[in-house]
């Protein structure tokens, strides 16, 4: 099975800060990539998908990179409603489809 | 306007059987990849099983030969017949459409708001 893994696994930031999330897969998954943004008691929500295609209707702050091995969610600045967990998700050719840990975004 | 409502979720004993529910409208079950995803409390996610268009399925290693999906086409329903339950099982259970771009599905880009299923041992 192909393992993600994000860093960091907490990030204490402020309004109006830049913000990144790394996620580093165990082999290459070319561009076959997506990111989630989930608040506490929510659904999952797709924000980025093949590492870059933002998603319709999810702000442009929001970017993704990478291909690979290894991949960048960027927050340009962020705002209020982005405190929350930011998953990472391969869906490369193989089975099972794997998540990362997640990243929990918090106030400092 | 997609909607996906998940039902079924309860308290059982570990070694019964429960069968989840994901109501769909704004689309069909039988055009699209679905998946389930499930959550652990206080955890990460972790995707369970996927029924394809044509119906193949696929399921994670920690749940195959006991956790089996299916859908009615007619009903526009997913299921998830869940057997010889474990207190590791214990989770949400989303239902998850997956999108489709560039030639690849995987990943999910509609999802339910989830059904919690406690095994207790």
């Known amino acids: 099975d192909i393992q993600l893994t994000q860093s960091p696994s907490t990030l204490s930031a402020s309004v109006g800060d830049r913000v990144t999330i790394t996620c580093r897969a165990s082999?290459?998954?070319?561009?076959?990539l997506a990111w989630y943004q989930q608040k506490p008691g929510r659904a999952p929500k797709l924000l980025i998908y093949k590492a870059s295609i933002l998603e319709s209707g999810v702000p442009s702050r929001f970017s993704g990179s990478g291909s690979g091995a290894e991949f960048t969610l960027t927050i340009s600045s962020l705002q209020p409603d982005d405190f929350a967990t930011y998953h990472c998700?391969?869906?490369?050719?193989?089975?099972?489809?794997?998540f990362g840990q997640g990243t929990k975004v918090e106030n400092k | 306007e997609v909607q996906m409502v998940e039902t079924g979720g309860a308290l059982v004993q570990s070694g019964g059987s429960l069968r989840l529910s994901c109501e769909v409208s704004?689309?069909?079950?039988?055009?699209?990849?679905m998946s389930w995803v499930r959550q652990a409390p206080g955890k990460g996610l972790e995707w369970v099983s996927v029924i394809h268009s044509g119906g193949t399925t696929n399921y994670a290693g920690s749940v195959k030969g006991r956790l089996t999906i299916s859908r009615d086409n007619l009903k526009n329903i997913l299921y998830l017949q869940m057997n010889s339950l474990r207190a590791e099982d214990t989770a949400v259970y989303y239902c998850a459409r997956e999108g489709y771009s560039y030639g690849l599905t995987g990943f999910f880009d509609s999802w339910g708001q989830g059904t919690l299923v406690t095994v207790s041992s």
């Open positions: 082999q290459t998954i070319s561009s076959w």
């Open positions: 704004g689309f069909s079950v039988s055009n699209n990849y």
């Open positions: 998700q391969q869906y490369d050719t193989s089975f099972p489809r794997t």
